[in-house]
């Protein structure tokens, strides 16, 4: 396929453009206007250095983190790394003293460490917790008051609509009246089996112990006299508080929320057994006393057990505790793995029967999966079927004690971990619903009365996430991805559907509201420049405006090369696979080929061809640095990665390896076809996933690269964790054949080029057991063109940067060497 075509229908690319500039203009390519995409500094005459670009980051910035908006909306928080150390300070920005920066004092930081508080119903106080002490902040007066200061970890404070505070401490519930001071326990949640009463002996001996032993009898009633007297005393003296309730021994509390009345608790109960195997554990061999520790870690999915919870409802008033069921919940009993099973045991020669049966349910786990509304009448939890195929957003009928399903979502292959926001709208005494859901093919927001059906308020095919609904419940605020799959900017929807764009700064933009509404605190990157704080006002017309400014002179000066954004045809579907191309410097299509590198991102769902700063920044200014020495690189966002919806998250569903090495087959032929690249000159990389789809590329396509080099790789799928692994090859226990098909370690046999291993010894992530394995399994194959490089003392993610260097100098000889 032509340059032209692609250029002309499918491609967008960020033009050349300053680091300091603000706006990545988008441009539709052309062909003359490719060379135009390398973006550097006209000043900078440096040349790019593995050693300077592996060094410790903060040489280069070190970007705002935890970020919140002042309770006078005047005012913005921020914390920023220490220069050389892991510590993090502090610091304030008054945005009317020309948003000048200073660092909070450690003695005064509780007084505005609130970000994550909670405000009364009528907005005039707000409760928040430091260092696991409560604090109550007046806003008017700008004072603070410390309820508690204690050695407990006090949390989940909230205000109580009787004006009284409520916390957390363990499994114990507490409410504070502020007027009187009086502390009350308002539930303890015991893991234990209730106290039995005393009973009459039953056995033979126990009954004749009895009536000859005197003594024993005695025992027996004044047991028993006492049990009545502290039960009637907690019924008939008010001062005395009994607030017990009882789950059972080995269990322990996944989630517990107490209502803004104070009168209901909705608990969550599960088994306390660890979910992990004696066995999944990682040998450290570089410790502080010179011994080797077996660290325990996370559970392998071939391990794994399944996971169930039990939902409570429990009424602080009365004292009742009353389990809710999940039978009314539409889908509880389908076979939802039917075909599947049935296609295993076919392999086998066996014949899989279906049958209904009760699927293990769990409440979702997100951030704040359950949702009381403000009034404390109703309320909403998120739920989820350990096989990962369906979700419940249900609300809870006080009056039958039983689940109400609001939403339904059911997904073949699984339910993203993303875009499961929801939360309750109070206008005008209604109470109603809003979230997110993909099931239109693209995670959009929908608005739900109690008792009506649900209005979807976005369409099209972009990604709605991070809602915020404002005071009035008409309108939402939330971030989008919808002039580009590679741009987020921030919008306003409200419930008769008018769309408006608050933000057109490019890039990608995270963002906050500030309390008052008036203001947006924004997170905004480009390709080439690192995350900063911007301030934007509601009012139509007005510009973001500039208040942090943490990235160094130095980087600044540097010849960064910005990468296009290309839509790439596919072969094998519709969509195009959107993909970062760097050229190098005076590329024309005329002179001697290329040699190129393919990066390979990791997470698998993740997106790596936007217009934001990556979170791969050292492999953005390594890939600036290979195109300084003419090399192409292109770096793909291959079927499974996030930002393109719901049917290209899923296209992996049980074949992990093959949708993506086919769309990197797209990218080696485009590479060919329009930038010059001698198809024998090419050679891949990746980390995590990224290192799974290296292996799986040279083991199943192995004239696709002339080399790659795979780090902290997955070699076999049965050795990941639970969470993420079901989700899209269901466990080996009931697809094997998944298992088996997307593992590389099945396709060894295949390697024919030259291959560099280089893994993390202590990854309690990716285990190094994967990498073990792969490597005995290669030399039974009698390999000999593969090389393993080990890092005694790093995790998942590098730490030091004498590895990083280590590890990117043998990556980049390898490419020298072979390319």
């Known amino acids: 396929m032509k340059l032209q075509f692609i250029a002309a229908a499918l491609s967008f690319s960020l033009a050349a453009c300053s680091n300091t500039q603000l706006n990545e203009q988008l441009n539709t390519s052309a062909p003359e206007k490719i060379q135009g995409a390398v973006a550097t500094n006209a000043q900078a005459t440096d040349i790019i250095t593995l050693e300077q670009i592996m060094a410790d980051p903060d040489w280069f910035g070190r970007a705002p983190e935890s970020w919140y908006w002042g309770d006078d909306s005047s005012s913005i928080y921020y914390q920023q790394k220490q220069l050389g150390n892991p510590l993090r300070d502090l610091y304030a920005v008054n945005l009317l003293n020309n948003n000048e920066a ?38 008017l007066s700008n004072t603070i008051k410390q309820l508690t200061f204690t050695s407990n970890a006090e949390r989940n404070a909230l205000f109580l609509n009787n004006g009284e505070i409520a916390y957390q401490v363990g499994n114990v519930f507490y409410a504070h009246n502020l007027q009187t001071g009086q502390i009350k326990e308002l539930a303890s949640l015991k893991m234990s089996a209730k106290p039995a009463r005393t009973i009459a002996p039953k056995s033979y001996l126990a009954v004749e112990q009895h009536k000859l032993i005197n003594y024993i009898a005695l025992q027996q009633r004044n047991t028993a006299l006492k049990q009545t007297q502290k039960e009637r005393l907690a019924i008939e003296n008010t ?41 999944d554990i990682m040998p450290n061999y570089i410790t502080k006393d010179g011994v080797i520790a077996a660290e325990k870690v996370r559970a392998r999915v071939a391990n794994n057990r399944q996971y169930q919870e039990q939902l409570f409802l429990l009424d602080l008033v009365t004292g009742k505790q009353q389990a809710l069921s999940y039978d009314n ?45 403000s009034d404390g009448q109703h309320l909403a939890l998120m739920l989820e079927a350990w096989d990962n195929k369906t979700r419940w957003l249900t609300t809870v009928d006080f009056t039958k004690n039983e689940l109400v399903t609001q939403h339904k979502l059911h997904d073949d292959a699984w339910i993203n971990w993303s875009f499961n926001e929801f939360g309750w709208l109070n206008a005008s005494n209604k109470a109603s619903l809003y979230y997110l859901s993909e099931e239109s093919g693209y995670s959009h927001l929908y608005y739900k009365g109690l008792n009506s059906k649900a209005v979807k308020l976005t369409s099209g095919k972009f990604e709605v996430s991070s809602v915020t ?193 086919e769309d990197m087959r797209d990218g080696v032929n485009w590479l060919i076809e329009n930038a010059n690249v001698d198809a024998k000159r090419v050679g891949t990389y990746g980390g995590s996933y990224g290192g799974f789809l290296t292996l799986m590329s040279m ?62 010894m202590v990854d309690d992530n990716v285990f190094f057991e994967d990498t073990v394995r792969l490597v005995q399994r290669l030399i039974e194959l009698e390999k000999q063109d593969f090389e393993t490089a080990i890092y005694p003392v790093e995790p998942h993610g590098f730490v030091q940067p004498s590895s990083w260097l280590n590890e990117y100098r043998r990556i980049y000889k390898l490419f020298e060497n072979t390319l």
Not at 340 to 362: D, P
Not at 583 to 589: A, H
């Open 469 to 661: 609904p404002m005071l009035d419940s008409q309108r939402f605020i939330f971030k989008a991805n919808k002039k580009h799959p590679g741009i987020y900017e921030i919008y306003q929807v409200d419930l008769a559907k008018k769309l408006t764009a608050l933000t057109n700064l490019g890039g990608k933009n995270n963002y906050t509201l500030s309390p008052d509404e008036s203001k947006l605190l924004i997170e905004h990157s480009t390709v080439t420049m690192p995350p900063e704080l911007y301030v934007q006002s509601l009012k139509a017309g007005d510009a973001a405006q500039r208040i942090t400014h943490t990235v160094s002179e130095q980087f600044l000066a540097m010849p960064w090369s910005a990468p296009s954004v290309i839509a790439i045809a596919s072969s094998k579907q519709k969509e195009p696979i959107y993909s970062k191309v760097y050229f190098p410097k005076n590329f024309d299509m005329t002179s001697e080929k290329n040699r190129a590198v393919m990066f390979t991102h990791g997470a698998g769902y993740l997106q790596n061809s936007h217009l934001g700063w990556s979170g791969y920044f050292r492999e953005f200014m390594f890939h600036s640095m290979l195109v300084q020495q003419g090399y192409v690189v292109i770096d793909m966002d291959y079927r499974a990665s996030a930002g393109y919806g719901r049917e290209w998250r899923t296209a992996i569903y049980r074949h992990m390896g093959k949708p993506e090495v």
């Open 699 to 760: 083991f199943t396509d192995p004239d696709l690269f002339a080399s790659g080099s795979a780090i902290r790789l997955v070699s076999d799928w049965a050795y990941y964790n639970h969470g993420y692994t079901s989700n899209i090859l269901n466990t080996p226990e009931d697809d094997a054949i998944a298992y088996e098909r997307s593992s590389p370690i099945y396709f060894a046999e295949g390697l024919n080029k030259p291959l560099l291993i280089n893994a993390p």
């Open 239 to 279: 001062a005395v508080n009994d607030s017990k309730f009882y789950f059972g021994k080995d269990n322990r509390v996944a989630h517990a929320s107490l209502s803004p009345s104070g009168d209901k608790l909705l608990v969550s109960i599960t088994s306390a057994k660890s979910s992990r195997d004696k066995t």
């Open 102 to 139: 200073s660092p909070v004092n450690l003695s005064s930081k509780h007084t505005v460490s609130y970000q994550n508080g909670v405000l009364n119903k009528t907005r005039t106080h707000k409760v928040y917790t430091f260092n696991g002490d409560v604090f109550v902040k007046t806003l």
């Open 329 to 373: 919940l539409p889908g509880f009993r389908d076979d939802v793995l039917a075909s599947v099973k049935s296609e295993n045991f076919a392999r086998k020669g066996k014949t899989y029967k279906s049958e209904k049966k009760a699927r293990n349910i769990h409440v979702l786990q997100m951030n704040n999966p359950i949702k009381w509304s």
